[in-house]
């Protein structure tokens, strides 16, 4: 039985695929089979609109893309109605960028936000789009509409990541946008300090939303592999630059982000908001089974 579409969670093979629309809809169907496969799909299943075949249902049902990967047989489950709201915030401040011209971090944000929005609407969920940087950029309203994966994929493949990042006056403005109480899934390397994240994540979960943050960062910025006297430059400021041997400063910097990223963690959790950090390096699988867990942990308290 062929495991390849699992492959194009890996973003080495991602990096091949210049289309965003064939980057996402081969991660989902990657993701699917790869749970499919595995013990622990129920949550994956039950999300995807899909439930095992059983004697009596109507063959015209029968999703057989899924059958062709994992020869069994599920049915398609549709909802009539739209039973979520989900808004995608993206980062889009120059610090995104870091890892181009390969696979950046604004990359690889792109494609799970917009691998997540096609599994939003196969569920016939309502999803929207929001970018920024140290102002809104791009604002999509959420929609089920079968065309408005487009527009957000058409939206993000025209992005260029610049400027620095500033939520505090952007997210107060979202906020105040996105009326229906629904889930708020943030792209960000999060370049802003403690208390300006706070404040602006509080914003949302005044009006009851649901957050969860994706810490998108590079394998570069949380392992220090640099060996050889290197010039640093600022990832927004680039007249903030040093020339330094990285090997005197390694074992500084390491826990300088474990500090950074436990206090961002401790932010995150006292204020109710699903803190993950993500390493662009690792399978975007990662990304999409945080968010159903999210989702599905979410539904048994309400």
């Known amino acids: 039985m062929s495991t390849k579409p699992v492959s194009y969670l890996n973003p080495e093979v991602l990096d091949r ?42 063959l015209k049902h029968i999703d057989w893309k899924v ?21 995608l915030i993206i980062d889009a401040s120059k610090s995104m960028a870091y890892g181009a011209p390969k696979w950046s971090k604004f990359d690889y944000a792109a494609t799970a936000a917009a691998a997540l929005a096609h599994l939003l609407q196969q569920q016939q969920d309502a999803v929207g789009l929001v970018t920024f ?15 408005h994966l487009r527009q957000m994929v058409h939206t993000l493949e025209q992005l260029e990541p610049s400027d ?12 105040g946008q996105i009326r229906r109480r629904g889930i708020v899934a943030i792209f960000s390397d999060l370049m802003v300090d403690e208390k300006t994240l706070k404040d602006a994540l509080q914003q949302f979960r005044l009006r009851k939303h649901d957050v969860i ?9 949380l392992t220090f ?3 050889e006297n290197t010039r640093f430059i600022g990832l927004e400021d680039v007249e903030d630059e040093i020339e330094a041997d990285p090997r005197a400063l390694h074992q500084a910097y390491l826990n300088e982000v474990e500090q950074f990223l436990k206090a961002t963690q401790k932010t995150c959790a006292s204020i109710g908001v699903d803190y993950r950090l993500v390493n662009t390096k690792l399978p975007l699988d990662a990304v999409l089974s945080e968010y159903l867990n999210f989702r599905k942990s979410k539904s048994r308290k309400s």
């Open 17 to 58: 695929i210049k289309r965003l629309e064939i980057r996402a809809r081969m991660v989902v169907e990657g993701f699917i089979t790869g749970m499919h496969r595995s013990p622990y799909n129920g949550f994956a299943i039950e999300f995807a609109g899909h439930r095992e075949y059983a004697p009596g249902d109507e």
């Open 67 to 87: 059958w062709s990967k994992t020869d069994r047989l599920y049915i398609k489950e549709y909802e009539e109605e739209t039973n979520l709201k989900c808004t």
């Open 133 to 147: 940087n140290n102002k809104i950029k791009d604002v999509l309203p959420a929609s089920s509409r079968s065309n």
């Open 164 to 175: 620095a990042t500033d939520v505090s006056d952007v997210f107060v403005s979202l906020a």
């Open 213 to 221: 943050l994706f810490h998108i960062m590079h394998d570069d910025e």
């Open 225 to 227: 592999p640099f060996d």
